[in-house]
């Protein structure tokens, strides 16, 4: 409030205010350097839509929501917001000053919801499509750490008993002086380079990863190859493509139901997505469109969507109502991935357990041969 007051004030007020509000300003951008948490954007996003659907005016909303959030980043930029939005700048202009927690499609949808005058009907909307794109992209993320989980941790207490266990085992054996059979001769190969050469067993992988993690950061042709080979992938590939084809049906019908043009939606919605191929072939399906042609046969030319999406969108188009069959599309898909990721670890499971019962049945055979050797050489005496 103290703010609205000097606005209000004379001059050389004015300019002081002017000046604490930079300085303000520049501690704020500091401090708005932290991490903000999606939740908290979506929390926000629920609680200013039933704000606005009680009829409170937008600038109260904000101030009310600023003054209960906890000191940190967020706080900062809602009070920017209040600012802004209480000098006469759209809600939507406001945000878009903050792009990395308010993307284009949450500004692009605030903007139609303040020119149609149904921003509470929009805010509402974007929770309930924050709240699925976070579901689905937690239920497709477990999907991959839980085999990655295991795999690490089988192959760290394997590398463990070769670095450590089986060094052991090779002074008893040499102590003994016996013949070594083929088998376990491979596994203390194994274990001598793991131990010689640590530096390279260890490091060269670990330099790979960053380097994957490295290309994977920034567009190109590594990046775009990965993003393919991951929709080509047994098990894995299907749960992706899936979960892309929900995402798109229901960030594009999320766009359309709030009025955004449909090649100012297939912008937005090709710049949010985080696979490559789906951005070509939304940037083709754009391009068609442009042209002044439909929607659903340059969906079908990418190879992306099904005939299920396709035919949908189709009859969306012939009926009017494309929003609301994305959406029922999105529904469908998203149970679909649920789906498909409960069968994938019903086979994932056993295939794990059969590599690491393969990969310690080596190791126990190749060590236990010789130390029958041993044991009846010792009960000959």
Avoid: C
């Amino acid at each position: 409030m103290a703010k609205k007051i000097r606005r209000t004030s004379a001059a050389p007020q004015a300019a002081s205010s002017q000046g604490a509000k930079s300085k303000a300003g520049g501690n704020a951008r500091g401090k708005r350097g932290g991490r903000v948490r999606a939740q908290l954007v979506t929390d926000f996003t629920i609680q200013l839509a039933t704000l606005s659907e009680a009829g409170i005016s937008v600038v109260k909303a904000l101030t009310i929501l600023e003054g209960q959030t906890p000191p940190g980043p967020f706080k900062h930029v809602q009070a920017d917001l209040v600012e802004d939005v209480s000098g006469g700048t759209p809600l939507s202009e406001a945000m878009a000053k903050h792009s990395r927690i308010f993307d284009e499609l949450y500004t692009a949808m605030v903007r139609a919801g303040e020119a149609g005058g149904v921003l509470d009907t929009i805010l509402n909307r974007l929770a309930t499509f924050r709240e699925k794109a976070a579901d689905i992209r937690a239920a497709v993320k477990g999907a991959m750490i839980y085999p990655a989980v295991i795999f690490v941790v089988a192959i760290a207490v394997l590398s463990a008993v070769i670095v450590f266990v089986i060094p052991k085992f090779e002074e008893i054996f040499a102590s003994f002086n016996v013949d070594l059979p083929q088998v376990t001769q491979v596994l203390l190969d194994i274990s001598y380079v793991a131990v010689t050469y640590w530096y390279l067993v260890f490091g060269i992988p670990a330099a790979f990863v960053f380097l994957h993690f490295a290309l994977m950061g920034r567009p190109g042709g590594y990046r775009y190859f990965m993003h393919r080979i991951s929709l080509r992938m047994p098990l894995i590939g299907g749960v992706v493509r899936t979960s892309l084809v929900a995402g798109f049906s229901r960030t594009f019908g999320t766009l359309i139901q709030a009025g955004v043009p449909h090649l100012d939606a297939l912008e937005i919605v090709r710049d949010s997505t985080g696979n490559d191929v789906l951005r070509e072939g939304i940037e083709d399906v754009r391009r068609v469109v442009r042209e002044g042609e439909g929607l659903a046969r340059p969906m079908g030319a990418t190879g992306l969507f099904d005939d299920l999406v396709v035919n949908m969108v189709d009859v969306g188009e012939e009926t009017g109502e494309l929003d609301r069959m994305l959406v029922k599309v999105a529904d469908a898909y998203e149970k679909q991935v649920d789906r498909k990721i409960d069968s994938m670890f019903k086979l994932l499971e056993p295939l794990m357990l059969v590599l690491i019962a393969g990969m310690v049945g080596f190791i126990v055979v190749a060590l236990f041969m010789p130390l029958l050797t041993i044991m009846s050489q010792l009960g000959g005496m």
